[in-house]
């Protein structure tokens, strides 16, 4: 039984800047729905599809001064962070135009991530409340 992932749902508080901030990482709305049963306007921003699928990743703390462990720590278990992956020399004018506009990167430059992929972070508190990682094939 293969299960489709449909959604990832994220309570904004601002949504003019999540919105320029998903632009810039090239998503934009394509459905507004007003659900007012459960008090919300949803807005819609579709994926490209991934191939291979996109996929959950589930971390296992290995090292209690990490990472993960710290946030687990401090914020309990739970969705750690959403993940973009842009297509190979895209990255760095993706990280040199998000750092012109002021969102906080975690590295100067990008790293070695798994997957042989380069990876960067866009820090929670320019994104929202959720941790960012941006990523390419090497
Ligand atoms: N999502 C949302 N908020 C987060 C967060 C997360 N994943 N991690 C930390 N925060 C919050 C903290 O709770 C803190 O909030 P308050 O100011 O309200 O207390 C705030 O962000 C600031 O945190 P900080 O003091 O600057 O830094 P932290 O020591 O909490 O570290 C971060 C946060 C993002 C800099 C650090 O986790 C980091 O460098 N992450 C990048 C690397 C990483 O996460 N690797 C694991 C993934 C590995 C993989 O997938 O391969």
Redesign the pocket.
């Known amino acids: 039984m293969p299960t489709h992932l449909n959604h990832i749902g994220i309570a904004v508080a601002d949504l003019p800047s999540i919105q320029k901030l998903f632009g810039l990482l090239g998503m934009s709305v394509d459905h507004i729905e007003p659900v007012p049963a459960q008090g919300v306007n949803t807005h819609f921003l579709p994926f490209a599809i991934e191939k291979p699928a996109s996929h959950l990743?589930l971390?296992e703390v290995t090292d209690p001064e990490?990472?993960?462990a710290?946030?687990i720590q401090?914020?309990g278990a739970g969705i750690?962070?959403l993940?973009f992956r842009v297509d190979r020399g895209e990255l760095d004018p993706l990280c040199a135009r998000l750092s012109a506009e002021g969102y906080r990167l975690?590295y100067d430059a990008p790293r070695a991530?798994?997957h042989q992929m380069r990876?960067n972070?866009i820090?929670?508190?320019s994104a929202g409340?959720?941790?960012i990682?941006i990523m390419e094939k090497m």
């Open positions: 990743e971390l990490g990472a993960v710290k946030f401090k914020r750690h962070h993940s975690i991530g798994a990876i972070f820090h929670p508190a409340g959720m941790l990682e």
